[in-house]
């Protein structure tokens, strides 16, 4: 199939792990240029070697997006040097920290406004003059939780479920020139879930089991209809699927890929 992204420019944030590297690479296979920023500067690079075995152009920025300032460094040294064109943007970066709610400090919840919330409408703000320009599309990464939440975390569910209400807003004010669209991952085995301190140690903890055991568990608690985690790459084929042509007809949309965890019909 076509997607029609052969030589398009795709900025990603929070390329260097997980959904947002899952999705670099994706969009390398098609042929895009890509432009990868995140704050793990390893990392980071980890992707850009893999992006450019596919035979692409890459760039990459290294700051911590959770500051006005941080994201004006990273989108400066990402265009250095280029013509500045951009055709994608998708909004990846995000943080959790898995506390029960009693255990949300006013740091906590600062602290995932800024990363999870105010980076999106930072880079965003910047860079709609240039995806106006081109015709472009935006994917926002926002969480299967932000229509269904669950008792932890709720500034993670909180925030995620304020990126759902600026995706439609944003996809109204921008119409026609620039399509705006979300995906809503279930629980993908990212280092979100895996790093220490993620998901699952925090599950771990909450169910007194190992882990891998507790996730398996908390799956089952949430009847998961296929009953396994998510893969990031399933989350990246979806995001790229948004970003091309074969989805011209396609914005406002919160694309559920997620086993099944969403019941409602709407």
């Not at 979300?182 to 925090?202: H, Q, T």
Request: glycine share 8%; net charge negative.
């Amino acid at each position: 199939m076509d997607t029609g992204l052969k030589g398009k420019v795709v900025l990603i944030t929070g390329a260097a792990s997980g959904i947002g590297r899952a999705t670099s690479l994706a969009f390398a296979n098609e042929g895009a240029e890509l432009r990868l920023v995140d704050m793990d500067k390893a990392g980071l690079q980890e992707t850009a070697q893999a992006a450019q075995s596919a035979g692409v152009a890459v760039k990459t920025g290294v700051a911590d997006l959770s500051t006005a300032e941080g994201v004006e460094h990273a989108l400066t040294e990402v265009f250095a040097g280029t013509d500045g064109r951009l055709d994608v943007l998708v909004n990846n970066v995000g943080i959790v920290d898995a506390q029960p709610f009693e255990q949300l400090t006013d740091h906590h919840w600062q602290r995932t406004f800024d990363v999870n919330f105010m980076s999106n409408i930072r880079v965003t703000r910047v860079l709609l003059p240039r995806l106006r320009e081109s015709g472009g599309a935006i994917v926002n990464n926002t969480s299967d939780l932000a229509r269904q939440p669950e008792t932890v975390p709720a500034d993670y569910a909180a925030l995620k479920t304020a990126l759902v209400s600026v995706t439609k807003s944003l996809a109204r004010a921008e119409a026609p020139r620039v399509r705006v669209n979300a995906v809503a991952p279930g629980p993908i085995w990212s280092p979100l879930w895996s790093r220490p301190g993620g998901f699952a140690d925090a599950l771990s903890e909450l169910h007194g089991m190992p882990p891998r055991k507790a996730v398996d568990h908390e799956m089952k608690l949430r009847q998961l209809p296929l009953e396994r985690m998510g893969e990031p790459e399933e989350v990246a084929d979806i995001i790229v699927f948004l970003a091309s042509k074969r989805a011209s007809f396609v914005t406002s949309s919160i694309w559920g890929v997620d086993g099944g965890s969403i019941r409602s019909l709407l």
